[in-house]
Nanobody, 124 residues
Framework: QVQLAESGGGLVQAGGSLTLSCAAS????????MGWFRQAPGKEREFVGA????????YYADFVKGRFTISRDNAKNTVYLQMNSLKPEDTAVYYC?????????????????WGQGTQVTVSS
């Protein structure tokens, strides 16, 4: 089992930037592909992006391509979500998740472990 803890959320103006972190503890971090999801009030949780075990491959939802970047530091057991050019519609609780199976997955039911989430609010 792996425990995940997100941090770095907050309030930012439109056009600004934030970097979220997700620290993992427990089992070997490099055994997991990692994903970021978000959930806005009244909406379903949606895929933001994912990164493979080595960090050499990433995949993003269309609505964040060119604005968000996922990276990981396996020595620190941490995955990051760098968010630039933020928009009010990016306001949501952001979650990281760990997937023990091969491939970069886009749906919530393909991830095994979840963090508690961190709130990101983008003001206009």
């Amino acid at each position: 089992q792996v425990q995940l803890a997100e941090s770095g959320g907050g309030l930012v103006q439109a056009g600004g930037s934030l970097t979220l972190s997700c620290a993992a503890s427990g089992r070997t971090f490099t055994g997991y592909n990692m994903g970021w999801f978000r959930q806005a009030p009244g909406k379903e949780r949606e895929f933001v992006g994912a990164i493979n075990r080595s960090g050499g491959s990433t995949y993003y939802a269309d609505f964040v391509k060119g604005r968000f970047t996922i990276s990981r530091d396996n020595a620190k057991n941490t995955v990051y979500l760098q968010m630039n050019s933020l928009k009010p519609e990016d306001t949501a609780v952001y979650y990281c998740a760990a997937d023990r199976y091969a491939g970069l997955h886009l749906t919530t039911n393909e991830y095994d472990y979840w963090g508690q989430g961190t709130q990101v609010t983008v003001s206009s």
